[in-house]
């Protein structure tokens, strides 16, 4: 029989919310947010991760149109757009027309950025390195060999040979945490739709977790949520009717929030969609011990610098 839990004096067959600590979308999503401090201490604005893996794709082949750029870098066309213009203002790129086709436009890296491109990639990779310290050595390219499986939906392309001054993209854990975001939010989409969204599923879960109510603090850091996003989600869910907000009974100036009354039975109709979410993800790995060996291995990536997981379970 399963876990039974009581929401508003109704009982409840199973659990129908899946605990963070468990789902692998959570755990992708909370691995990119701590690249991306690490990235944000190393470089201070200087460069990005996106502007990194165009300037990677570029450098490790010549002759690359921008649309093709975006398919090596995993970004879409609009963010490709985007981040080109930023480099070429930045005097990191330049566009030059193809000279077997004068309607196509390829993308070269100035003297500029060959310059300072080792320096760049010396400090890219102590980014990946600080990335997966928090794992035991033995465990770490196992856990990047999984990764990179989820990564491309078990289609990772075959690497190249290597390429002096830029890292190969298909091999950088930032990259292929990122990649998994993505295909994470792909599949919530197909599975889940648009009604709940992967976010505020997070915070329903964290508030789940915590039936006695939690400050909107606490239930950003364990959803890992910035305060603006938190309190533009919290927003939403109450209006929906998901949550209330309640005073603290032992210290009237704090607000607690709860999930409302019979907001279970909902949560557990969303369960099985949450669910397909997380087996999609994990599907391109070979059985069940690899997928629960990753998790753990995600985990310990993904909180090394924050809340433990148990805080969220």
């Known amino acids: 029989m399963g ?29 990119q947010q701590r690249h991306t401090t690490l990235w944000s201490h190393e470089f201070d604005g200087v460069l990005t991760g996106p502007q990194y893996a165009v300037i990677a794709a570029i450098g490790a082949e010549s002759g690359l149109d921008q649309r093709t750029v975006g398919e090596r870098a995993s970004l879409d066309k609009s963010s490709v757009a985007d981040v080109v213009a930023r480099l070429e203002g930045g005097g990191w790129l330049r566009l030059s027309k193809d ?9 070269r890296l100035t003297a500029l950025a060959r310059t300072a491109l080792a320096d760049v990639t010396r400090r890219v990779v102590i980014v990946q390195e600080r990335l997966l310290a928090p794992l035991p050595a033995a465990t770490s390219k196992e856990f990047l060999d999984r990764l990179r499986l989820v990564a491309y939906a078990g289609h990772p392309p075959v ?7 830029v890292l190969a993209l298909g091999t950088t854990p930032g990259h292929l945490i990122r990649r998994a ?3 994470h939010t792909v599949a919530w989409v197909e599975e889940v739709g648009r009604t709940v969204t992967s976010s505020q ?17 606490a239930g950003a850091d364990l959803a890992s949520l910035d305060p603006s996003t938190m309190a533009d989600i919290v ?3 109450v209006r929906r009717g998901w949550v209330t907000r309640t005073r603290d009974p032992a210290d009237a ?10 907001v279970a039975a909902e949560l ?5 969609a949450v669910d397909r979410v997380q087996h999609r993800l994990l599907t391109p790995l070979s059985d069940e011990a690899a997928r629960v060996a990753f998790l753990d291995q995600l985990s310990v990536v993904a909180y090394a610098d924050g809340v433990p997981p148990a805080a969220a379970s």
Do not use: F
């Open 3 to 31: 876990e039974v839990r009581v929401r508003g004096g109704h009982s409840v067959e199973g659990t129908p919310v899946l605990a963070l600590r468990k789902a692998a979308g959570h755990l992708v999503r909370r691995a």
């Open 99 to 107: 000279p077997s086709d004068g309607r196509r436009k390829t993308l």
């Open 159 to 165: 690497s190249g040979e290597a390429v002096e001054q």
């Open 181 to 183: 975001q993505q295909v």
């Open 201 to 217: 599923y997070a915070v329903l879960s964290a508030l789940w977790a915590h039936p006695l109510g939690i400050e909107q603090s």
């Open 235 to 237: 927003a939403r869910l």
């Open 253 to 262: 100036r704090r607000r607690l929030l709860r999930l409302a009354d019979g």
């Open 268 to 272: 557990a109709q969303l369960r099985p």
